[in-house]
């Protein structure tokens, strides 16, 4: 399957600025009873934390917003993954050797981030919606949250990295 460039770098930007917005969602959950906001919920590594995190939620009115912060992470995810995996997918037939290796590494960070992060926030999203932390469920989601992590991270400097490799061999040429 051919992708072209601007596809992908419409994708990628677009999961960039999905992140923004649903950072801002995230900042309302940072609470007194919760000061790492969702970042705890995801590193909660047992029912009863989550649970600690959900009734600290519930006390301050906040289940519906941390609904809708998940929901908005599950956009985001979608958006930002499969920019990553179509800018890997351009890339990796580049015409040089540096843009080939940028364009695996983009496409294998982004397939590791989509399936880990959908599986973290679906884990959440699931003990959210039935109000009642699952220690499967908990342990499932902190034990991907590292991975996840460190795909996001590894795509977004790939593409970065990608992006401009590109550009200045295209001026070099």
Known sequence: MS???KTAVMWWVGGLIAFGIT???HIPLITDGVPGGITEHQRA???ATVNAIQSSWAADGLMGAASLAMITDLIF???YGIGCVLAGQYYRSGRNSVLRILGWAALISGV???ITDYGETIAQFMQLTNEAGDDDLAAFAST???VKMLTWTTGFFTVLAAL???RFSSNAA
């Open 23 to 25: 950072l801002y969602f």
């Open 3 to 5: 992708v072209s460039k």
């Open 144 to 146: 991907l949250r590292p």
């Open 112 to 114: 590791i981030f989509l």
């Open 77 to 79: 995810i979608g958006i």
């Open 164 to 166: 401009l490799a590109d």
């Open 45 to 47: 590594p047992d029912a």
